[in-house]
């Protein structure tokens, strides 16, 4: 499903103390693609991702997901915006201490009128065997493998992910990394990554490059690498 971000603005504050974050930022990410936004912090990477998922409102312009805009949205429509179309995946895995793997994923499952299979995505995330242990049973790399399934199980069309190599080390990014880039392959998810991390680029369909709250480059990369492949 196609992503169309329209004249985005978003201020902070008021009077003298008014801070404006995003600058009247317009892009598009294609249905299927992988789009990778870089920036460095406070270039409004993270708000735009926000504004993108509904978390936050847009002080002006519209995001457009498909036939549906959030322009003139209201709190119970961004709800179901969000459950409909969304699946966020952080830095952090924020998994429900005392709930199995399984049921971290299964209660996401709940929102969504087509969910995909559990144990097929469990096999899909390298879970399954661990499907029945708490998450601090778990490895770093293990319980990022259960907040993406939760964030996949509700079969979004758009996949977004805040950092979400962030917190891990080299060798289990890049298995976060392959994981991702199975996935869009599997369920032809839109996923747009926001990261520090240069090399990621080499992996997407669309680089987006933010700089002081604008959008400063678009690039089509034409023959994405294999995450498997990609060194930092």
């Known amino acids: 499903m196609n992503i169309k971000i329209n004249d985005l ?4 504050g008021d009077s003298s103390n008014r801070v404006e974050v995003l600058k009247g930022v317009n892009c598009e990410v294609l249905d ?3 789009c990778v936004l870089l920036g460095p912090s406070g270039s409004g990477k993270s708000t735009l991702l926000n504004i993108i998922g ?7 312009g519209s995001v457009d997901i498909g036939n549906d805009s959030t ?6 429509q961004l709800t179901l915006y969000r459950r409909n179309h969304l699946g966020f995946v952080f830095q952090f895995y924020n998994l429900i201490p005392n709930l199995t793997v399984k049921e971290n994923i299964e209660v996401s499952a709940y929102l969504s009128k087509n969910p995909l299979d559990i144990n097929e995505l469990l096999k899909t995330l ?9 998450p601090s049973q778990l490895s770093g790399g293990q319980q990022q493998r259960c907040a993406i399934g939760r964030a996949l199980i509700k079969n979004p069309s758009l996949l977004l992910c805040d950092e979400p190599t962030g917190a891990l080390d080299y060798k289990t990014s890049k298995e976060i990394l392959v994981l991702i880039e199975s996935i869009n392959k599997k369920y032809k998810n839109t996923i747009i990554i926001v990261t520090h991390n240069d090399a990621i680029k080499y992996m997407a369909n669309r680089v987006l490059k933010m700089r002081d709250g604008l959008i400063v480059s678009d690039t089509v990369n034409e023959m994405p690498m294999n995450a498997a492949d990609i060194e930092w």
């Open 126 to 134: 390298g879970l399954y065997e661990h499907r029945d242990k708490l």
């Open 71 to 76: 322009e003139h949205m209201n709190a119970k």
């Open 54 to 60: 509904g978390i936050e409102p847009a002080t002006s």
């Open 32 to 34: 299927g693609e992988i």
């Open 9 to 12: 603005h978003k201020f902070y």
